[in-house]
Structures are given as C-alpha cells and as structure tokens.
C-alpha cells in the first residue's frame, strides 16, 4: 500500500554548493525502502560525480532554484510533487499522510505539515549535542471554497501563513503555477517565494495536517542576509501578478487596489530588513550574536545528546539521521 503511494510521487530537489548536504540527502534517499521518482536540479560550480546516482539530475549551473524548476516541469509525470531542499529531511510518514489527505480530498490542491529546525549546538570530538525545534506558523482558516479566489490569495501577503515551497501539490497546479511564475525567467526571490505562494492559493485550496513533515537545518549568520535589494522588483512582480490575475485592464478593477496596499505593506517591511548602513550592520551582528548566545543558554535540558522533544519521540529515524550525517 504504502509503495504504491510513493509511485505517485515525485520529489524535486534544487542544490547549489553544498557538496556535504547533497550527498548525506543522496545517503538518506538510498536507504529509504520505498522508492519515489526524485529529480535533482543542480546550479553548483561543479557538475557533481553522476556515475552511480540512481536519479535522474539535471546541471544548470548559476541558475536560481525558480529557474531550475521551470527547466525540469515536463520531466514530473506522476499525480503528485514536493520540492525539497537539499539541507533537510522529510518524514515519510508526513509525506504519506499528505498522498492519502490529497487522495480523498479533491477540493484541495496542496498539503503540509509541522515543520522542525534542527541544529548541532556543539561539536566535540565525544560530544555532539542536537536541539530540535518545532516550528509553528499561522495557517488560514477557511472553508474550502471551489475553484479559484483572490480573497483567499489575498490572505497570503498578510506575512501568518506557512511558506508553501516545501508543500506537496497536485503535480498540474505545480506545474501551472511554475510556468506563469516564471514567464520573466527572473531569478527574484520574490518571484521565487512570493508569487508563487500568492498563486498556489489563488489557484486552490491548501490544508497543514497535524502532522511531523519536514526538519530542517538552521544555521547561524552574523553578517544579516540580505534578500530585497531593488525596490523596483516589487513594482515589477505586481504589474506581472495583477496582468496575470485580472488582465491588461487590470487598473480598472476594484480588487487591484487590495492588491497593490497589501504589496506596497509588504515591500515596506521587507525593505526594512535590508542593511546598508554600515553602523546598522554593525548592531545587526551584534545582536544576531547576542540572539545565537541566547539560543545556546536556553532550555537546556533539550541539548543533552539523545534528548530531544517529545513531539519529535515517535520519530526517532529523524533524529538519527541528522545525528550520524550532520555537517562536520
């Protein structure tokens, strides 16, 4: 039963320049009994040693992982799809559950879980302690509504929702969504993130099941990540959306005023984000250290080797996973 329903699946996995997360994910994939159609996108410097991979892999070196996935839609020919990312792990219990929800509910086109971050804490010759973290995000709260709905979409740009990149979708609605997203071969993380987010729900219903789904690495930065830098792109991805979504009158429609206040509130925070300021970086590291410090002090009971949260218990292969293939 449970083969049968990995049939049904295709995993897509973008990596770029990191050797030692692809290869402990490869690692995880082969040891899995239950075999799925994996698709590797790699935009790495370096073509990766292909002789004795099982998979089907794709070089597109430089590529953003937008890009990536447009190039490899036709390759997906199976019901459903997830992408994942090369520096976690996915449970398989959460991508079954996830086969059979969108397997009984045709009103739905995508599916998630609880997500998890994990860390190794510190790193001594005897002693690797590991901390898992459940992740919790607000989810929209509404009734499966037919077909299309901007109100629903709309939603999304309020900044509580799950991010959907890692959801499990009905393999035609990923592939509409990646194809209308990257008409503009931008490679934007906006156009990356928050389009394609906007269009899954715009395009139907999404459910997160109570459900363990994915853990994934955190790693720490002292300089800030900047991801907005041209303001413009904001302008850019709302003309792109608003023709996409109401037509070239889309001026004339009283929901393209929604659309352009809730993106402009969204370009405002995000642009806040960014620091250009050498003095304001400066702080920013100061307190991303104090942040990485107080992380380290908390809770500490939970960095004990082998202790990790009871939520995460059941499911104990994570654990071991991320225990004997963690970055060195």
């Known amino acids: ?39 590797i996108i790699d935009s790495s410097k370096k073509k990766k040693n292909t002789k004795n991979l099982p998979y089907l892999y794709f070089y597109l070196p430089g590529k953003n992982a937008n890009i990536k996935i447009s190039k490899i839609l036709n390759q997906i020919n199976t019901k459903y799809v997830v992408t994942i990312a090369d520096d976690d792990f996915f449970l398989l219990n959460g991508l079954i559950k996830s086969i ?11 599916v998630h879980g609880d997500y998890y971050i994990h860390s190794k804490i510190l790193d001594f010759k005897y002693l690797n302690f590991y901390k898992f973290m459940p992740i919790k995000y607000t989810n929209i709260n509404y009734q499966p509504t037919k077909g299309k709905s901007f109100d629903r ?59 363990p789904y994915i853990s994934r690495e955190r790693s720490f930065r002292v300089k800030p990540q900047v991801e907005f830098t041209d ?26 005023k929604k659309l352009e206040k809730m993106f402009m509130s969204k370009r405002l925070i995000e642009t806040n984000k960014i620091n250009s300021n050498n003095k304001r970086s400066f702080i ?28 995460i218990k059941k499911y104990p292969e994570v654990y071991e996973e991320v225990k004997q293939t963690q970055m060195r």
Not at 168 to 183: E, G, H, L, N, Q
Not at 289 to 297: E, N
């Open 1 to 39: 039963m449970k083969a049968s329903l990995f049939e049904k699946l295709t995993i897509v996995i973008p990596t770029n320049n990191r050797n030692y997360t692809f290869k402990r994910l490869v690692e995880y994939l082969n040891r899995i009994e239950y075999k799925m159609k994996v698709i």
């Open 100 to 110: 059979k929800f969108l397997e009984k509910n045709q009103d739905y086109i995508g």
């Open 153 to 211: 979409a709309l939603k999304y740009l309020d900044g509580k929702l799950a991010p959907l990149n890692y959801a499990m979708f009905r393999a035609d609605i990923y592939k509409k969504v990646w194809k209308i997203s990257t008409k503009l071969k931008r490679e934007d993380v906006i156009f990356l993130e928050l389009i394609p987010c906007f269009l899954f729900y715009y395009h139907g219903n999404i459910k997160k099941i109570n459900e």
């Open 231 to 256: 303001n413009n792109i904001y302008k850019i991805a709302l003309k792109f959306l608003s023709r996409e979504i109401f037509g070239n009158k889309y001026k004339k429609k009283k929901n393209y």
């Open 284 to 311: 920013s590291r100061i307190l991303n250290l104090f942040q990485i410090f107080k992380y380290l002090l908390s809770d500490r009971t939970n960095i004990k080797k082998g202790l990790i949260l009871k939520t």
